[in-house]
Nanobody, 124 residues
Framework: QVQLEESGGGLVQAGGSLRLSCAASGRTVSSLTMGWFRQAPGKEREFVAGKSWGLEMPSYADFAKGRFTISRDNAKNTVYLQMSSLKPEDTAVYFC?????????????????WGQGTQVTVSS
């Protein structure tokens, strides 16, 4: 069993930055593919970024490319999402997810473990 706990959300002005953290327990992130998703009010949960435990390059949603960076610190068993140039439309609850596979996928149903989420609010 894997437990995931997100932190780092908050209120930020448009153009600002935030770094989200996802601390894992129960299994090392070095053996998991990790993903970040988000869900805005009234919308479906969508893929933001993902990184496998292999050497493949991370994957990003189009809206995240050039602004968001996913990284992992295996020593701390933690995955990060660095977000910059934030926009009001980035406002959402951000979730960390994990799957015991080397392949990054974008469907929520393909992830086995989820955190509770952290709220990100970007003001205009």
């Amino acid at each position: 069993q894997v437990q995931l706990e997100e932190s780092g959300g908050g209120l930020v002005q448009a153009g600002g930055s935030l770094r989200l953290s996802c601390a894992a327990s129960g299994r090392t992130v070095s053996s998991l593919t990790m993903g970040w998703f988000r869900q805005a009010p009234g919308k479906e949960r969508e893929f933001v970024a993902g990184k496998s435990w292999g050497l493949e390059m991370p994957s990003y949603a189009d809206f995240a490319k050039g602004r968001f960076t996913i990284s992992r610190d295996n020593a701390k068993n933690t995955v990060y999402l660095q977000m910059s140039s934030l926009k009001p439309e980035d406002t959402a609850v951000y979730f960390c997810a994990a799957r015991p596979s080397i392949v990054v996928v974008t469907r929520t149903s393909d992830y086995n473990y989820w955190g509770q989420g952290t709220q990100v609010t970007v003001s205009s």
